[in-house]
Nanobody, 121 residues
């Protein structure tokens, strides 16, 4: 059994900051790419940022320069530091990871349950 548990969402004023965390637990052999996605009401889920096990990152254009993804491989945890938040960043944020379970030969994709981020104007 593998779980991704997110924390750190909440309500913040425009221009403020939040830090999201997502910890993977369970029977894990290794983790490849980890990422953050978001889904606003009435919109499709979209990629926010992703990071490889070696630390390479890529970001969606709307968040470049404001949001920073990082990870702690020893803790199987990925973070999203969110600065200069805007009302259009309001969404449910989901973490995502490509995980190789112990005894398995293939990576599977797992999702967290989501955490709400609301930015007021």
């Amino acid at each position: 059994q593998v779980q991704l548990v997110e924390s750190g969402g909440g309500l913040v004023q425009a221009g403020g900051s939040l830090r999201l965390s997502c910890a993977a637990s369970g029977s894990i052999s290794s983790i490849n790419v980890m990422g953050w996605y978001r889904q606003a009401p009435g919109k499709e889920r979209e990629l926010v940022a992703r990071i490889t096990s070696g630390g390479s990152t890529n970001y969606a254009d709307p968040v470049k320069g404001r949001l920073t993804i990082s990870r702690d491989n020893a803790k199987n945890t990925v973070y999203l530091q969110m600065n200069s938040l805007k009302p259009e960043d309001t969404a449910v944020y989901y973490c995502n990871a490509e995980i190789l379970r112990r005894g398995s030969y293939f990576y599977n994709t797992y999702w967290g349950q989501g955490t709400q981020v609301t930015v007021s104007s």
